[in-house]
T-cell receptor, first 114, second 114 residues
Framework: DSGVTQTPKHLITATGQRVTLRCSPR?????VYWYQQSLDQGLQFLIQ???????AKGNILERFSAQQFPDLHSELNLSSLELGDSALYFC?????????????FGPGTRLTVT | AQSVAQPEDQVNVAEGNPLTVKCTYS??????LFWYVQYPNRGLQFLLK??????LVKGSYGFEAEFNKSQTSFHLKKPSALVSDSALYFC????????????FGAGTRLFVKA
């Protein structure tokens, strides 16, 4: 158990809908990362937050947004969902935002868009 | 731009034999290199990292990796494979200066046969 929690575990929704994925980092970790894992794209970095502020952006679509709250939990919002958004979404956390620190991953949220 | 290549989709090895999972990278600055493992229906778990210093890095579960700057490689090794090592292995790189993105390789599936 990494100490990172994600809810929900599974989510099934229809095209055009909006969903929110939630992540609680390990106790004491200030940095949160979001990743999308799909069969065709592999593991793609979406976005990173550090202590409430956006730190780095990857291949995140404009339909997706995220934020980190004062209690350090983070939410990833996915809107106008398309079939291609079906994937595993992982949250990870690390002690700081520094590049030398490893990340601890949550169990993921499996999103199915029908 | 940063990139990571894992040239083998799959590696097969017999239990008790040594294993190697290959990784090459490309960054403009100093590389910070990581290996993660993913078991079925689980998030990624950190195995080991190279930041600086000794080129041979030891990590969890008996794994080690060798950093080779001239060949821009960071191959994962284990002297004696176990069936329980069967999983998906990811190499990742972060750039030493400026960039905060983590780039993951496509992953290598390791099968250890009894």
């Amino acid at each position: 158990d990494s100490g990172v929690t994600q809810t929900p575990k599974h989510l099934i929704t229809a095209t055009g809908q909006r969903v929110t994925l939630r992540c609680s980092p390990r106790s004491g970790d200030l940095s949160v990362y979001w990743y999308q894992q799909s069969l065709d794209q592999g593991l793609q970095f979406l976005i990173q937050y550090y202590n409430g502020e956006e730190r780095a952006k990857g291949n995140i679509l404009e339909r997706f947004s995220a934020q980190q709250f004062p209690d350090l939990h983070s939410e990833l919002n996915l809107s106008s969902l398309e079939l291609g958004d079906s994937a595993l979404y992982f949250c990870a956390s690390s002690t700081t935002s520094g590049n030398t620190y490893e990340q601890y991953f949550g169990p993921g949220t499996r999103l199915t868009v029908t | 731009a940063q990139s990571v290549a894992q040239p083998e989709d799959q590696v097969n090895v017999a239990e008790g034999n040594p294993l190697t999972v290959k990784c090459t990278y490309s960054v403009s600055g100093n590389p910070y290199l990581f290996w993660y493992v993913q078991y079925p229906n689980r998030g990624l778990q950190f195995l080991l990292k190279y930041i600086t210093g000794d080129n041979l890095v030891k990590g969890s579960y008996g794994f080690e990796a060798e950093f080779n700057k001239s060949q821009t490689s960071f191959h994962l090794k284990k002297p004696s494979a176990l069936v329980s090592d069967s999983a998906l292995y990811f190499c990742a790189v972060r750039e030493g200066k400026g960039g905060f993105k983590t780039i993951f390789g496509a992953g290598t599936r390791l099968f250890v046969k009894a």
